[in-house]
């Protein structure tokens, strides 16, 4: 079963806006992690905030973590065409790190 | 370093008829993973391997789906007989430590 929701599920922009995109899960957490897919093309990691942060920068990514609302936010500044993915937000379980539970994703399209 | 090697890329078979995945993890990595992917889905755990251990496997149809890892490298994946629900990209991914790493995955059709 899909722990996370992600909102929206699709966003469209131009090249130079950002982007936000949320998750929400539903059971308590060690870690949060953003993930990005291109389009036929394996997972990457972006990103991982742990359960007592409440937010982390690298690079153009800004995530930010509410563990009352149970809820994350991933923010690409200043976004590029080579952005265009699908973006998932993982959790794992306070009983197993290594078992992530992926949200269902957002498609992120940016155009030049 | 060499990704995570899956093959094939691309699989199309009918219904019930037999498939079979393969991964081959980045060297030194303990712990394999088999994800599946349906369209339009975060991908879900099937199998989580330690060396050549189960360490959890609660995701996985056991009545069609198996998965060994026998020498604690490599792995495979099948499924028998096939259903049209199977229909996904099946991704493998290893990790040392905290860091996974994901193979690009396996596309099957099932018709």
């Known amino acids: 079963s899909q722990q996370g929701e992600e909102d929206p599920q699709a966003l469209s922009i131009q090249e130079g806006e950002n982007a936000t995109m949320n998750c929400s899960y539903k059971t308590s957490i060690n870690n949060l992690q953003w993930y990005r897919q291109n389009s036929g093309r394996g997972l990457v990691h972006l990103i991982l905030?742990?359960?007592?942060?409440r937010e982390k920068h690298s690079g153009r990514l800004r995530v930010t973590l509410d563990t009352s609302k149970k809820s994350s936010s991933l923010l690409i500044t200043a976004s590029r065409a080579a952005d265009t993915a699908s973006y998932f937000c993982?959790?794992?379980?306070?009983?197993?790190?290594?078992?992530?539970?992926f949200g269902t994703g957002t498609r992120l399209q940016v155009f030049p | 370093e060499a990704g995570v090697a899956q093959s094939p890329r691309y699989k199309i078979i009918e219904k019930r008829q037999s498939v079979a995945f393969w991964c081959n993890p980045i060297?030194?990595?303990?712990?394999l993973y088999w994800y599946q992917q349906i369209l339009g889905q975060g991908p879900k755990l099937l199998i989580q391997f330690q060396n050549n251990g189960v360490v959890d496997d609660s995701q996985l149809p056991k009545d069609r789906f198996s998965a060994e890892r026998l020498k604690g490298v490599d792995s495979t994946l099948k499924i028998q007989p096939a259903k049209l629900e199977d229909s996904a990209v099946y991704l493998c991914?290893?990790?040392?430590?905290?860091?996974?790493?994901f193979g690009a995955g396996t596309r099957l059709s099932v018709l």
């Open positions: 905030i742990r359960s007592n942060e």
């Open positions: 993982a959790t794992d379980s306070l009983y197993n790190t290594d078992k992530l539970i």
């Open positions: 060297s030194g990595h303990a712990t």
């Open positions: 991914a290893s990790s040392h430590l905290t860091d996974k790493y």
